[in-house]
Structure formats: structure tokens, C-alpha cells
């Protein structure tokens, strides 16, 4: 789903539809990843700046979406438990990745629900650890909160800078995403291979 399609089809609806399309695809984003939300956020803050909607209500409409999957994930994770995601484990739910995440909360805390947003791909799975762990529940909204305001001032705020630009800004969040899963699948490879070597030795 490219910039200029979603561009295509936003320019022919109304503004109370962009803002209910925007708070429904930051909110599948985080549930059902991958999902193009971040573009359509994009898609959203370029039609913001010639007047289509407000550059306000569109933040608060992302936010609010995206908090409203994220404390969904938190909320399976800590009722549901580990075992359940488990059961359930699927190319972009790896059981693997969760033990990691576990790791990360473990090592750093709140820190890593702060910088949630800005690690892609596992932004899912960081919700549902976050609940798995039983972090309080005040804890995980506030962080995860601050975390979305972040990411999402830097896209909007990024396309009311680049407006005529904007090629360069969707080109960058692409890159990012596409370079940061490429380190994190070295990384967790890296790590298997690690607990791999340590298991062969104790034999």
C-alpha cells in the first residue's frame, strides 16, 4: 500500500472519515503488524497541511488509536499469559523475540517502554511483555503514552516541515524500518547462536 494510493483515496473522503481511518490503522498496526499505519499517519499529516484536516485532532486521533492497541496486547499478555502466545506463535509473533523483549524489560525497565515506538517491528511484542511481566498497569500507559507522542510528533511534525518533500521523509521511515529489522534479526541470531554454543558445551 503505497503513500500515493493511500493519498488517492483519503483525498475523496471526508475529514471526520480521515480521522476515523487514521485511529483505525494506528490500532491495526499494533495488533495485527505489519501494517502500512505509520504511512497512513504520513498520508494524513500531508492532507493536514493544506487544510484537510487538523493537525491536532490527527495526533490525537493516532494516539489514541495506537494506545488502544497497545494496552489490548498488555491486556491478552497479562491475562492470557505466556503460554498462550506460545500456542499461538506465528512469523510475526515469534516466541523467541518475546523471550528477548522479556530480557530487554528486565535489563532496562520503563526505558524500553519508552522507546517502544521507535523499535520496529517489535512493538507488538512489547506490549504483550509489558503484561506478561504484570507491569502496572499506570506505568505501562504513561511510558507507552510518551513514547507514542514522540513517534508521532516526529512524523507529523516531520511532514509539516517537508510538505513538498515528503518523498524523503516516507523514504526515511522506510529505510529505518527496514534497516532496524535487519540489526534485529542479527542480533536474536547472534543470541541463539550464543545459547546454542552454551548448551553444546554443558554436554
Request: proline share 3%.
Amino acid at each position: 500500500m503505497s503513500f500515493e494510493g493511500i493519498l488517492f483515496y483519503l483525498t475523496s473522503q471526508q475529514a471526520v472519515i480521515i480521522y476515523m481511518i487514521v485511529f483505525v490503522s494506528a490500532f491495526i498496526e499494533n495488533v495485527f503488524p505489519p501494517f502500512p499505519g505509520d504511512t497512513i499517519t504520513l498520508v494524513g499529516a500531508f492532507l493536514a497541511g493544506y487544510g484537510e484536516v487538523g493537525y491536532i485532532p490527527l495526533f490525537i486521533f493516532v494516539v489514541i488509536g495506537g494506545m488502544s492497541g497497545a494496552m489490548l496486547l498488555y491486556y491478552l499478555g497479562r491475562t492470557k499469559g505466556r503460554s498462550f502466545f506460545i500456542k499461538y506463535n506465528r512469523s510475526y509473533l515469534k516466541i523467541d523475540n518475546l523471550y528477548r523483549i522479556e530480557g530487554w524489560f528486565k535489563r532496562w525497565g520503563v526505558l524500553v517502554l519508552l522507546v517502544s515506538r521507535f523499535i520496529a517491528g517489535f512493538r507488538s511484542l512489547l506490549a504483550i511483555s509489558a503484561g506478561i511481566g504484570v507491569f502496572p498497569v499506570p506505568r505501562m500507559a504513561f511510558f507507552t503514552l510518551i513514547s507514542f507522542c514522540m513517534w508521532n510528533t516526529f512524523l507529523i511534525g516531520g511532514m509539516f516541515l517537508l510538505k513538498s518533500n515528503w518523498r524523503k521523509l516516507v523514504g526515511f521511515i522506510d529505510s529505518y524500518n527496514t534497516v532496524f529489522l535487519i540489526i534485529s534479526a542479527l542480533v536474536v541470531t547472534g543470541w541463539l547462536v550464543i545459547i546454542y554454543k552454551r548448551s553444546s558445551a554443558k554436554r
